[in-house]
């Protein structure tokens, strides 16, 4: 197990939860929802990168801090309530009075909070396969769209729920806008930089690239799984895009070894309403 004790587990939790005597600790009422968090670790975020937290604190402590906060915050909605014969009750004492539900939600934002900042801790310093939510190339560099996600707390949550649309997307950006170098040079640069230095170290043309590039992504996968139909943002965004390419040196050279300027020197199809005939 990745959490073996009480004590443990409180550690890398936000608060200090107590219990009275002859009440089960919260790791033992965790015990099931915390077998859950090392399985969703293990399949959904590290994959075969998990071996990287032996012998490595800090890896071990953002492990630790996911599976905790994952298993307290996927258990919250079931720890007050019991099951009769009569139904659901909720447990409660004449001392204790129960939480707001703001409060619960608080609580659950803080902890969603803590388990985006270690995935992405994790994600940023191992090498590897990692799991179902990030287990291919650009697993560390489109892929981290998300950052863009203005749900706070939810951002891991949102891209879990949105893998098949980002990878669809990410190939499309790659195929019509970015080109296979340019997309190759975006990527390592994440790789290579923890997320809060990339905007130190990139050069500003560079990282108005990524930012553009990340965007994008993002609003292309709200748009695709809301359904609607944004063609013309859209193609605002992916025309951005383009010029925050020419603005810089090295991302426009590797953008013209690939064939996507072909797709973007002005020369567009139009209808001539007066022949009579138009494309469809």
């Known amino acids: 197990m990745i959490i073996t004790s009480n004590e443990e587990l409180l550690q890398f939790l936000p608060q200090t939860v107590s219990a ?8 033992e009422k965790l015990s099931t929802s915390l077998k859950n968090a090392e399985t ?17 604190y800090m890896l071990a402590r953002s492990r630790s801090q996911a599976v905790a906060c994952y298993a307290l915050v996927s258990a919250l909605p079931k720890l007050d309530l019991v099951f009769t014969p009569n139904g659901f009750g909720v447990v409660s004492n004449q001392t204790v009075a129960p939480a707001s539900k703001e409060r619960v939600q608080a609580l659950s934002d803080a902890l969603r909070r803590e388990i985006d900042d270690a995935v992405l801790y994790f994600t940023s310093n191992v090498t590897g396969t990692l799991g179902v939510a990030f287990n291919d190339r650009l697993h560390k560099g489109l892929m981290l769209a998300f950052m863009a996600c203005n749900e706070d707390g939810k951002r891991l949550e949102w891209q879990q729920h949105n893998v098949p649309y980002l990878r669809i997307i990410e190939s499309e950006l790659e195929t019509n806008v970015l080109g296979a170098p340019l997309t190759e040079y ?5 790789r290579e930089n923890k997320e809060r230095d990339l905007e130190t170290v990139l050069s500003k043309s560079d990282y108005d690239v990524l930012t553009a590039v990340r965007t994008a992504i993002y609003y292309e996968t709200v748009n695709r799984r809301g359904r609607k139909n944004l063609t013309l943002a859209i193609q605002s965004r992916h025309e951005y895009i383009v010029n925050m390419i020419r603005r810089s040196e090295i991302c426009l050279t590797l953008w013209k070894n690939s064939t ?3 797709l973007w020197d002005g020369n567009y199809y139009s ?4 022949s009579g005939a138009y494309w469809l």
């Open 20 to 27: 009275v005597e002859g009440e089960p600790t919260l790791f």
């Open 40 to 56: 969703w670790w293990r399949m959904i975020i590290a994959g075969e990168a998990d071996s990287q937290c032996e012998g490595n």
């Open 186 to 190: 975006l990527v390592s640069l994440v």
């Open 260 to 262: 996507c300027p072909l």
């Open 271 to 274: 209808n001539d309403k007066a």
